[in-house]
């Protein structure tokens, strides 16, 4: 079983002048739930090297195991440090791919044209996609075989609106990710803040928010059989 992870490389917030990247936890639970499980991961991200880790992941009150456990973890340090690019991979060579949250995804890879080949290539290999919190924004921009918004008439989820109210950033983000799937016609659905929601619709699993992490990496398990 060899699993694709693929990370932001963006790391401004808007204007504000503050910094973003991936979701620390985000990326954490789901690796060691899927190394944990058997599966060869290999990351990649738009630019390839060093992704930029949002600096709020690594406060106190964000840690869980999976964090402590990759903070002490030199070799998935020194695996995230060297991201492939992510032009350079294709579905061909896994069996999955997952994509963490932060707030980076809607910047860069909600339009990056090698995500979107490359989702859509795992869907047309039959091959599961997963991705969690504000991760779900890489489906965006991506098609169905018809040619329709892939997530139009599909049960998804993702980083609700309040969830980003709650955060003070409804006027710092690019797009409002529960506004823009249900715009392109998904059925979203969500929990209560900060609760465990995932949501699988055929090989599409979405999760909405950093709880939902470690849950979004057992359904693609659980999918990949």
Known sequence: MRVLIVLTSHDRLGDTGNKTGFWLE????PYYRLKDAGAEIVLAS???GQPPLDPKSHEPDAQTDATRR???DPAAQAALANTHKLSGVG???FDAVFYPGGH???WD???DPASIDLIESFLTQNKPVAAVCHAPAVLVNVKDADGQPLVHGKRVTGFSNSEEAA???TDVVPFLLEDKLAALGGSYERADDWH???VVDGLLITGQNPASSEAVADALLETLG
């Open 91 to 93: 579905a061909d060579d």
């Open 196 to 198: 465990s929601k995932v």
């Open 26 to 29: 985000e990326f954490a639970a």
């Open 70 to 72: 990759f903070d002490a």
């Open 109 to 111: 890879l909600s339009n």
């Open 167 to 169: 955060v003070g950033l």
């Open 46 to 48: 738009p630019k390839g």
């Open 104 to 106: 980076g995804p809607l």
